[in-house]
């Protein structure tokens, strides 16, 4: 991999980074992705919250207000490879909205518009926000992607957040985030919010998937909307329920919430089936 000069992308410890160095292509602002080897999801290929919400990291630097985030709507049409050097191509097409993608050469890896208009109204979840009051739930040591950095069990430094079924449809994992994962104002970062209501949508998916013959389901597309700044140091829960399957199509949704009834925020995802885990 080749060095560049980097800002974090996320918190530091994560280890992306967004290269300091940009370049003006056809109106569109050009600058490095970095990706550190240890971000998996599927083991080698980069947690596919992280991808997504990568994207608002890239738009944020070209971004003049500094409102909150409101939402990412990606599609990910190619695994983003770990322990490279990417490039992430930023466009405005309004006062606060970005179209962001990311490159492996010439090939689009992930594609989305990002907007930062301030925090949207509290939603219409009550599923997803009862799923925050349900008793701990079991959790339980996958081992399909054991090297994830959100949900698998063998990550050395991952999160550990271990599917934990309410229901065979559905997933309440509770959550105390550490500081090292706070923002600059001390609030749960964005980017690991991305990256946490990822896997628990593919787990609360487990039975369509596994039912019709997959041995996984990779994250295609992914709409995360922001309601309110997350905590640090306080309990939470990450839930999650399936929607529905057609064919390899598989939707779930899932939210970040605690047990008084506080929606941080909501994503809906689409998942691929796949007969085998890609590395």
């Known amino acids: 991999m080749t060095s560049t000069t980097t800002l974090p992308a996320g918190p530091a410890s994560l280890g992306l980074g967004?290269?300091?160095?940009?370049?003006?292509?056809?109106?569109?602002?050009?600058?490095?992705?970095?990706?550190?080897?240890?971000?998996?999801?599927?083991?080698?290929?980069?947690?596919?919250?992280?991808?997504?919400?990568?994207?608002?990291?890239?738009?944020?630097?070209?971004?003049?207000?500094?409102?909150?985030?409101?939402?990412?709507?990606?599609?990910?049409?190619?695994?983003?490879p770990l322990d490279a050097e990417l490039t992430v191509e930023?466009?405005?097409?309004?006062?606060?909205?970005?179209?962001?993608?990311?490159?492996?050469?010439?090939?689009?890896?992930?594609?989305?518009?990002?907007?930062?208009?301030?925090?949207?109204?509290?939603?219409?979840?009550?599923?997803?926000?009862?799923?925050?009051?349900?008793?701990?739930?079991?959790?339980?040591?996958?081992?399909?992607?054991?090297?994830?950095?959100?949900?698998?069990?063998?990550?050395?430094?991952?999160?550990?957040?271990?599917?934990?079924?309410?229901?065979p449809d559905r997933i309440s994992i509770p959550w105390i985030p550490e500081d090292t994962l706070a923002d600059d104002r001390g609030n749960l970062h964005p980017l690991v919010v991305s990256a946490v209501l990822d896997c628990p949508t593919v787990w609360a998916a487990r039975q369509a998937w596994e039912g019709a013959g997959f041995a996984g389901a990779l994250l295609a597309g992914f709409h995360l909307r922001a309601f309110a700044d997350a905590p640090?140091?306080?309990?939470?829960?990450?839930?999650?329920?399936?929607?529905?399957a057609d064919g390899r199509k598989i939707r779930a949704r899932a939210a970040l919430v605690d047990e008084d009834g506080i929606v941080y925020a909501v994503a809906s995802a689409l998942h691929l089936g796949v007969r085998e885990v890609p590395a």
Do not use: K, M, N, Y
């Open 90 to 167: 930023v466009r405005r097409s309004a006062a606060a909205r970005f179209e962001v993608r990311t490159l492996d050469g010439a090939d689009e890896l992930v594609t989305g518009t990002v907007e930062f208009a301030g925090h949207d109204p509290v939603p219409r979840v009550a599923d997803l926000v009862e799923l925050g009051r349900v008793p701990f739930p079991e959790p339980v040591a996958q081992e399909r992607f054991p090297d994830c950095w959100v949900c698998g069990p063998a990550h050395p430094d991952g999160l550990h957040l271990l599917p934990a079924w309410h229901a």
């Open 18 to 80: 967004l290269g300091t160095d940009a370049d003006i292509v056809d109106g569109a602002v050009r600058r490095a992705l970095v990706t550190p080897p240890d971000l998996h999801g599927p083991t080698g290929i980069l947690q596919g919250g992280l991808a997504a919400g990568v994207l608002a990291e890239a738009a944020r630097l070209a971004d003049r207000f500094g409102a909150p985030l409101t939402s990412i709507d990606a599609r990910l049409r190619r695994p983003t």
């Open 232 to 244: 640090v140091g306080e309990p939470l829960r990450v839930v999650a329920r399936f929607d529905d």
